[in-house]
Nanobody, 114 residues
Framework: QVQLVESGGGLVKPGGSLRLSCAASGFPFNRHWMYWVRQAPGKGLEWVSYITVNGNTYYADSVKGRFTISKDNAKNALYLEMNSLKSEDTAVYYC????????RGQGTQVTVSS
């Protein structure tokens, strides 16, 4: 069955960096668009970034220029490099298969606070 396992979250100060990882299994990873989405406390799900089968990348305006999505098809892994973090980036981050509301993992908490 499809399994997505996120990791790499934590507590970081404003301006800091984190690298999130998502280990995927149970489906042909290289044939699916993959998404990073997040949910801040008390808010709905927000798409952050996605990467197409061909490796084209797209970002929400709120993270453009600060976050970088990438993938390693050989490892069935998805990544999100997050730089210049802000308090408003605080959220649970999920990787999702095929669409922003697709199957996702359990999430990893990112807290940006001084």
């Amino acid at each position: 069955q499809v399994q997505l396992v996120e990791s790499g979250g934590g507590l970081v100060k404003p301006g800091g960096s984190l690298r999130l990882s998502c280990a995927a299994s149970g489906f042909p990873f290289n044939r699916h668009w993959m998404y990073w989405v997040r949910q801040a406390p008390g808010k709905g799900l927000e798409w952050v970034s996605y990467i197409t089968v061909n490796g084209n990348t797209y970002y929400a305006d709120s993270v453009k220029g600060r976050f970088t999505i990438s993938k390693d098809n050989a490892k069935n892994a998805l990544y999100l490099e997050m730089n210049s973090l802000k308090s408003e980036d605080t959220a649970v981050y999920y990787c999702a298969k095929s669409s922003p509301t697709g199957i996702r993992g359990q999430g990893t908490q990112v807290t940006v606070s001084s």
